[in-house]
Every structure is written in C-alpha cells, then in structure tokens.
C-alpha cells in the first residue's frame, strides 16, 4: 500500500529565506504522481506542483519546485523567497494505483516577518 | 470566481437535524470528491464520483449519503451525525482519473466547516 511520511509538523522560517519541506513515501507502482498542495487558515486546498515518477526533470511552479530524489523515494518541496502569505498547512500527496490520492498528515510552515 | 464552489461555509447542526452540503464546479471536470478532514489528521477520502457514477466508498457510515445528479454538482446529505463526525468537509473534483502528465490534480472548494452538537 502507498503511504507518505511528512516528518516535520511544524516549521518557523524567516521572511524571504528559502524553506524545504519533507516528503517521502513508499509504493510498489512503477509509474506514481506526487502532488504538493497548500492550505492557508481559510481551509481551501491549493495546488502547488506535479511530479510525475517518469519525469525528466524536476517540476517548477514559479517560486516552488520540487527535489525528486526517486531512488530515495523522497519528494521534497522548496520555496524560494518566502513571504508572510505562504505561511499555511502544505501537504504532500501520491497517487495510487487506484488512481486516488493518499495524503500525508501535512506540515505547518509559519513565515515570520 | 472560484473554479469550486462550497456551500454552506459553516455549518452547526443537532444529531437528529438533516441537511446537505453543496459543490459546484465550474471547471468541466467529470470527476468529484468528499474529503473529510478532522484535526491532526490525513485528509480521508469519503466518496468519488466519475461520470457521474460513484466509484469509490471507503467504509463511510450511513449517515452521509452522496448525491451527484450531473458532474457539476455534488451534494452530501446528513442525517442523524455524531459529534465526531465535526470536522471541515472538502469536495474537489478533477478530470476522470487515468495516467500521465497530471490529469489527476484535483481543485478544491474552500470546504464547509462542521460542527454537531
């Protein structure tokens, strides 16, 4: 069964420094999607990036990207020049073989001016 | 405006009231969502509907009852709740789920906040 790990349940970063958040998971699937999406205090869920486990390249959404490392099995998203605004719940998630996504318990990034 | 849309935002209800929750999407997905998420916890998927045929049921008490008579609408109807059932209700929806290039990023709505007295 899928399963993905965020060990950081809350994490404080300065204003406009960069902020790595953790992602590893586990899957037996040869072909997976990893998702990283962004909840702010007003309860939507945004999405952030994609990374497909087939991809080239690592993906890159303006200041996010994400550092796919897959034979270590982690997923990790980077957020350059923070801003107070990305102070949320950020969650990492992987698609599973029955094509719905399997979420991680979520990470709480503060931003502080 | 939202490509997802929620309705109510908050809800407080009694365990013997009824009601529903709303989603809309506007995005020409023909595929919908309930999540439920509880505090400190995985967001748990409830129901999934593709073409507007349920697909998906994890075990989910009785007691929410889906309803998705097109695929731009979803409603989750509530009848006789426990106070553990409280928690923010998410819907979402995406494209049919099916491999590649991220066809399965899904859209959320702002959620609707429950709470059962």
């Known amino acids: 069964a899928q399963k993905i790990t965020q060990t950081q349940p809350g994490m404080f970063v300065q204003e406009k420094e960069a902020v790595t958040l953790d992602c590893t998971y586990d899957t037996s699937d040869p072909s997976y999607g990893l998702f990283w999406y962004k909840q702010p205090s007003s309860g939507e869920m945004i999405f952030l990036i994609y990374?497909?486990?087939?991809d080239q390249q690592n993906a890159t959404e303006g200041r996010y990207s994400l550092n796919f490392q897959k034979a270590r099995k982690s997923a990790n998203l980077v957020i350059s020049a923070s801003q107070l605004g990305d102070s949320a719940m950020y969650f990492c998630a992987i698609l599973d073989s029955n094509y719905q996504l399997i979420w991680g318990a979520g990470t709480k990034l503060i931003i502080k001016p | 405006e939202t490509g997802v849309t929620q309705t109510p935002r908050h809800l407080v209800m009694g365990m013997t009231n009824k009601k529903s929750l709303k989603c809309e999407q506007h995005l020409g997905h023909n595929a919908m969502y309930w999540y439920k998420q509880s505090a400190k916890k995985p967001l748990e998927l409830m129901f999934v509907?593709?073409?507007?045929?349920?697909?998906e049921n994890n075990s989910v008490p009785s007691r929410f009852s889906p309803e998705c008579p097109n695929s731009s609408h979803l409603f989750l109807h509530l009848h006789t709740l426990q106070p553990e059932d409280s928690a923010l209700y998410l819907c979402?929806?995406?494209?049919?789920?099916?491999?590649?290039?991220?066809?399965?990023?899904?859209?959320f709505g702002s959620g609707t906040q429950l709470s059962v007295l």
């Open positions: 979402a929806s995406s494209f049919t789920p099916g491999r590649g290039a991220g066809r399965e990023k899904l859209f």
């Open positions: 509907y593709s073409l507007e045929e349920r697909v």
């Open positions: 990374q497909g486990s087939y």
